[in-house]
């Protein structure tokens, strides 16, 4: 049967162009693989190939002609012993466009969900552990470490590596011990090599495992953020649902002390913004065990966003077999009706102290700990903003682009009306951080700031 | 070194090959060479967008290193993978659809041509950076070490990935861990438009495997034979416990790097010599003709049965709908 050999689309782009030369003639013989024509794109002169085999029957686009529409009819093509005047020239075939669903635009309101529905549950003021618990007194590095031993006894799929994790007992000594209890298959060294190792725990993790990655600072993830984000966040949508990454990343992120440009950024913000993630930065060393252990359950790759500051502080953490805290449920430390402040992971040290200061005042805070930032119970900051119509961010991470930002967004359009003062994001400055005690004193957030921020909106 | 280089030239007949294996090669390699044709005819007529890259050429490599693979071994690749797809068993009709981006795709069209992956036949993508499959393949053979089964990951990247450094992160830690992975680097001769003479001065790539300590050698992959048999030695040592291996399989791509390269970065002989000269479907087709395995009417039929799955793969993917758009919103979390 004859068939009509149309002018091809040569790039992502291309609409139409030039037939610049034949380098076949009616009567010759082509198979696939023959170079049939030149054809000018919109960025280069293109060699086009048959691609089914059979007799150049018409030339039907002369060469030199400018400006060929896409899928026009440029030739025919016969089988042996077919004529060529038999042949009926057809008009140029439409390339498919997407389907257009019409988007109904009513009463104003936008007409699709700013992102998919997430489940929050509403913040408490109740703990997450049942009435009369034991407490015991634990630091936030023992909370992280009990988490992932706890859940390494349950689910012989999870591991832990990274750089001196085993025989070094961790940089941080987050994970002392665990060498001992669960031997070299499970918790394992690494040379110092980050963009490798995410990319093999990444793979692992689609093999079937439960990785747990520490980076030794989320400062040396920057080395891995490709395979973060590229392979582990995106693989689940990209493969339709059939695999993804359900593993940790975790490590301290932020300031610590003196060390820094390149050792003190909070990459809060980078990692909230990636659909796929889940992004967790736990403040009391409870939430530190609790959401350790949801995240190694959780079948999604975790960005677990721990403190090096933070590590030694001890909390009240329940005396139970089997303590988990869910993501997207914020935890509320102090009630108040006067302005809400809304933190996480080390900013919560501002927050409460601010908190404090300020009841002295006679200025009543009510104190959010997101806890998880995505999912993010924003839920519990709109209730609370109703309640007290201002709010004041607590970060250390940069302003532009910050995890406030966000949040401030979310209430202008969430809760306008309820507002009586602007919401204020205290972040860290815009500078890298310097090392000078004095100045990067300066660089981080102040609880003087905080407290003047609630002040402003306050209008104390 | 030198030792360790395979045959390039194909026999006219092999002993430790049948008829009936000969004939399968054929036929895998006629499928992919047949599809991507159509791919390339599909995307001319703007049914498939973006960036498409053709396997033509390159046939010998996947059918060959499939024939030393067994259920339960997995493999990875980089964007050029069409034909790994279709060697290892998938449904041609799902990765069509998948260029087409239609809900029959095996992304359910949300991963395109780069991103297409099946659990079932353990294929672990299609991966659109340049050697992130390297150490995510190395992560599969982790896993399968850790729980102590003995099958094999093959990672495939090319020439140009070989020159990322996350490839040599992944042999070292390959090599420390001895993990059964072969590292598959498809030399092709071209990272879209450097050729390897302009990209490195290194004599070879396998050889670089050396500083760390694992083994490989040189296959001539215009030769399916030559590709199988270096095939079954480098799973041997994996499944041996032997840790990783390298093979550095000397290939050609006919086509530009994707559908909108005009490749004139090399001749026009040069790519008409080693079709004449190399192809490595004509060299089976003639050990079957030759070898008095098959007839020229057998080899008809076959050309047509596979015309025929490649045209229903086609049709296939123009008739399967669009996603519905509630698919935007699915498979973001597990």
């Known amino acids: 049967m004859a068939t009509e050999i149309l002018m091809p689309a040569l790039s992502p782009t291309m609409e139409e162009g030039t037939l610049a030369k034949w380098l076949v003639k009616e009567g010759d013989t082509v198979s696939s693989g023959d170079i049939m024509a030149e054809i000018e794109t919109d960025k280069a002169t293109m060699e086009f190939e048959a691609v089914d085999e059979g007799i150049i029957g018409k030339i039907l686009i002369a060469e030199g002609t400018e400006g060929v529409k896409v899928n026009t009819a440029i030739a025919v093509l016969l089988e042996e012993g077919e004529d060529a005047s038999a042949v009926p020239t057809s008009a140029p075939v439409e390339a498919p466009a997407p389907s257009e669903s019409p988007v109904e635009v009513a009463g104003g309101e936008i007409p699709w969900p700013l992102k998919p529905a997430e489940v929050a549950i509403a913040a408490t003021l109740e703990p997450d552990w049942p009435e009369g618990t034991a407490m015991k007194q634990q630091t936030v590095r023992e909370a992280l470490r009990d988490g992932m031993a706890e859940e390494m006894r349950r689910d012989d799929t999870v591991f832990l590596m990274g750089e001196e994790v085993a025989e070094y007992q961790g940089a941080y000594k987050i994970s002392q011990g665990m060498l001992d209890e669960f031997g070299d298959k499970r918790v394992i060294d690494t040379p110092i090599t980050e963009h490798g190792f995410a990319g093999i725990g990444v793979g692992a993790a689609f093999g079937g495992l439960r990785p747990i990655v520490e980076f030794m600072t989320f400062n040396f993830a920057m080395q891995a953020i490709d395979h973060i984000i590229n392979s582990a966040a995106k693989t689940l949508y990209m493969s339709g649902g059939q695999m993804g990454a359900p593993m940790v990343f975790r490590g301290p992120n932020g300031a610590a002390a003196r060390v820094g440009a390149q050792h003190s950024q909070d990459y809060a913000a980078w990692y909230m913004q990636v659909p796929g993630l889940k992004v967790v930065m736990p403040y009391s060393a409870s939430d530190a065990k609790g959401l350790m252990k949801t995240a190694i359950r959780d079948d999604n790759p975790v960005i677990f966003l721990e403190n090096e500051i933070l590590y030694g502080k001890t909390f009240d953490v329940p005396d139970l077999e089997d303590y988990t805290v869910p993501f997207g449920k914020a935890r509320i430390w102090r009630e108040g009706t006067d302005v809400t402040i809304v933190s996480f992971g080390i900013g919560m040290t501002y927050a409460l102290e601010a908190a404090d200061k300020l009841a002295e005042d006679g200025i009543s805070a009510e104190v959010i700990d997101l806890r998880t930032l995505r999912p993010m119970d924003t839920a519990s900051i709109i209730n609370s903003v109703m309640k007290t119509n201002r709010c004041v961010t607590v970060e250390e991470g940069w302003p532009q682009g910050s995890v406030g930002s966000y949040i401030s967004s979310v209430i202008m359009q969430e809760a306008f009306d309820y507002l009586d003062a602007p919401v204020i994001t205290c972040t860290g400055k815009d500078v890298p951080m310097p090392y000078a005690a004095n100045l990067e004193k300066h660089a981080l957030i102040t609880t003087d700031e905080v407290v003047a921020a609630v002040k402003q909106v306050t209008y104390r | ?334």
């Open chain 2, 1 to 334: 070194m030198a030792a360790r280089k395979a045959t390039s030239k194909p026999a006219a007949a092999k002993p430790n090959v049948s008829a009936e294996e000969l004939t399968a090669y054929y036929k895998d390699m006629l499928l992919i060479r047949r599809f991507e044709e159509k791919a390339g005819q599909l995307y001319g007529m703007g049914l498939i967008g973006g960036f498409c890259h053709l396997y033509i050429g390159q046939e010998a490599v996947v059918v060959g290193l499939e024939a030393a693979a067994k259920e339960g071994d997995k493999r990875i690749t980089s964007y050029r993978d069409h034909g790994h797809m279709l060697a290892c068993g998938m449904d041609p009709n799902g990765v069509m659809a998948e260029l087409t981006g239609r809900e029959g795709g095996y992304s359910k069209g949300k991963g395109g041509s780069m991103h297409m992956f099946s659990k079932e036949k353990h294929f672990y993508g299609g991966h659109g950076i340049v050697a992130a499959q390297v150490p995510l393949g190395a992560g599969l053979a982790f896993a399968d070490k850790y729980k102590g089964n003995d099958n094999v990951t093959f990672t495939y990247f090319g020439d140009g990935a070989a020159n990322q450094g996350q490839v040599y992160e992944a042999y070292n830690m390959a090599e420390l861990w001895n993990l059964p992975c072969v590292f598959v680097i498809e030399n092709n001769q071209y990272a879209m438009g450097t050729s390897t003479k302009r990209s490195t001065h290194s004599p070879s790539y396998w050889e670089r495997g050396a500083a760390y300590g694992i083994k490989g050698e040189e296959v001539d992959g215009m030769d399916v034979l030559a590709v199988k048999a270096a095939g079954e030695k480098a799973v041997e040592v994996c499944r041996a416990g032997k840790g990783p291996y390298i093979l550095e399989i000397k290939t050609y791509r006919y086509r530009g790097h994707s559908m909108s390269d005009p490749a004139k970065y090399r001749t026009r002989e040069e790519v008409q010599k080693m079709r004449d000269e190399r192809d490595p479907i004509e060299a089976v087709r003639s050990m079957l003709l030759t070898g008095k395995h098959a007839t020229e009417d057998d080899l008809k039929a076959i050309d047509k049965e596979i015309k025929e799955v490649v045209n229903a793969s086609a049709e296939f993917a123009k008739e399967s709908p669009e996603p519905a758009l509630d698919e935007l919103w699915t498979d973001i979390y597990a």
